[in-house]
């Protein structure tokens, strides 16, 4: 039994040239979604301040998040139909594109399309890069992939916001971008010369109906998603958008329930089941984080006249404690009960965190400002891996 294992290692591939070149260049393409994501939370404060939209600081955010969702779940179907390099090629362009158009836009309106162009493409990549990795690695070394691609989420968390910062006191935020916008041309050059050809295997009409796009309910969730969104940019229909978002979105739920193939989990929504329970935690708990990301960097340098790398610094407080709490954690013993209060524990000490964030932000002194910050990411890197 011992011989036969140990003859399964010996005859186990092992990482190739062409290996580690294919790994750094997914680990490029996972790096440029993480790293623009996080860049631009220190970034956004000198670019709405430039073209006078500090009302949409939020909407960059969304924008953003709601096109990769939405690509990113195009990314399976069509990869399987024009192949792996082809889709992360269209998938680089298109992010390179939006890239450049972030860069040179004169007002805030085109900001905030040219974000949703951006996203497209970042979801697209992202998504891509996961998929790819069973046609250019063989099976055992996709845990050692994996573990890179959470090295460069790790590093990219909290060299993110501090290159944001970097950036915004240099060459501008719209230099900023242009540098986005020549690693992913980058990417685009060596994804074409360096992966193999794409071989599609043909595909029969059922196979066909299976691998469809469910745009309709995928449209209804976007749609409900902006509409709410737009409630505060109109106050006088605010009642009434939410009102016609919370409907589409009712809708989006009933379409997806009667599906074969649901977005959602059948219990997604159901309290007394443990997928609705685990969805509802994460739902609340990363709707508290998103408001510092989103928000703490303008906050921070207009009220207490942080720089933008000051500001990126904190930012990065908050994903170093993630990243800490997380790999102590990953360290305690796997098979043991007590493992499930880690959740509970992480939740309180995020809830702690984002409170003391909440009292102190505008007043309160920035020591203690630190803290809580700390506090929320380390809150979440203890429970985060347990609830997944």
Not at 1 to 23: E, Q, V, Y
Not at 49 to 69: H, I, K
Not at 198 to 221: E, M, W, Y
Not at 263 to 274: F, Y
Request: with cysteine; charged share 10%.
């Amino acid at each position: 039994m011992s011989t036969s294992t140990s003859a399964n290692k010996l005859d186990a591939p092992k990482m190739t040239a062409t290996n580690i070149l294919h790994l750094v260049i997914i680990c490029m393409g996972v790096a440029l979604y993480a790293l623009n994501s996080l860049i631009t939370s220190t970034l956004l404060p000198s670019a709405v301040d430039d073209l006078s939209g500090v009302e949409f600081l939020n909407w960059s955010a969304l924008l953003y998040t709601t096109a990769a969702m939405i690509a990113s779940l195009a990314a399976g179907t069509a990869k399987s139909k024009i192949g792996g390099r082809a889709i992360l090629t269209m998938a680089g362009a298109v992010f390179a594109i939006g890239s450049l158009l972030v860069s040179v836009a004169p007002s805030i309106e085109l900001f905030l399309l040219s974000r949703i162009v951006q996203g497209a493409g970042g979801g697209l990549i992202l998504a891509s890069c996961y998929t790819v990795i069973s046609d250019l690695f063989p099976r055992n070394l996709w845990p050692t992939v994996f573990a890179m691609e959470s090295v460069v989420w790790g590093v990219a968390s909290i060299g993110g916001p501090l290159a944001g910062g970097i950036f915004a006191e240099t060459i501008g935020w719209r230099g900023g971008f242009y540098v986005v916008t020549a690693c992913s041309i980058l990417f685009v050059i060596l994804v074409r010369t360096t992966f193999p050809s794409d071989k599609i295997a043909p595909s029969d009409a059922s196979t066909t109906g299976q691998q469809s796009l469910p745009l309709l309910r995928l449209g209804l969730l976007t749609s409900s998603v902006l509409i709410v969104a737009m409630a505060n940019r109109v106050p006088e229909y605010a009642i009434l958008l939410l009102i016609l978002g919370f409907v589409l979105f009712a809708l989006f739920l009933y379409r997806d329930k009667k599906a074969v193939t649901t977005l959602l989990p059948r219990h997604g929504l159901s309290l007394l089941h443990t997928s609705g329970t685990g969805l509802a935690i994460v739902f609340l708990t990363m709707a508290s984080a998103m408001s510092f990301v989103v928000y703490g960097p303008y906050i921070l340098q207009k009220i207490h006249g942080f720089s933008p790398l000051s500001a990126g610094f904190m930012v990065a407080v908050e994903s170093l404690s993630w990243s800490l709490a997380a790999m102590l954690c990953a360290k305690l013993p796997q098979n043991t009960h007590w493992r499930l209060y880690l959740i509970p524990v992480g939740v309180f000490i995020a809830l702690l965190g984002v409170y003391g964030i909440a009292v102190t932000l505008y007043g309160g002194p920035l020591w203690l400002l630190s803290i809580a910050i700390f506090l929320a990411g380390a809150g979440f890197g203890v429970f985060w891996a347990d609830l997944s």
